[in-house]
């Protein structure tokens, strides 16, 4: 599956048409439906967007490809949140054999350990610290939008 198949499950999964989408974002539902059929990519800060709009959290696997995920609500709809952040993780780590990013999104450079230097020397998992950097990316790309 490719990106723009991840992002039409993240929008399904959200319940959002591609108007409605395309409305939250300022964008005509025929851009939403190019990146949904991979006509176009969107770029990092429209990929945040989507991202936000859809309740979503994005990431990045190894190989540089993005895929969404949500964080897992254990009381309603847990298996269903686990079993989509698995699908899509696993797809996007499946997306290109060889290594490289079939999307050009920019993979961020990974900042783990320059984040867990800021806590008060407590240990966090592997999976903690990349939540963790990824809420810092999204607060980040929030400030980019307001600058």
Known sequence: MSFSDRLKEARNKAG??????????????????????????????????????????????????????????????????????EYQYKDAMASNSDGEPSNPIAKPEPAIATIAAHFDGDEYTEEELEQIQKFAEFVKSQRKDTE
Do not use: W
């Open 16 to 85: 959002r048409t591609q108007k409605q989408l395309a409305d939250e974002l300022k964008v005509t539902p025929a851009m939403i439906a190019q990146y949904e059929t991979g006509k176009r990519k969107p770029k990092q800060d429209t990929l945040s967007k989507i991202a936000e709009a859809l309740h979503l959290s994005y990431g990045y696997a190894p190989n540089g490809e993005p895929y969404f995920y949500c964080f897992v609500d254990t009381v309603q709809h847990g298996d269903e949140n686990e079993k989509f952040n």
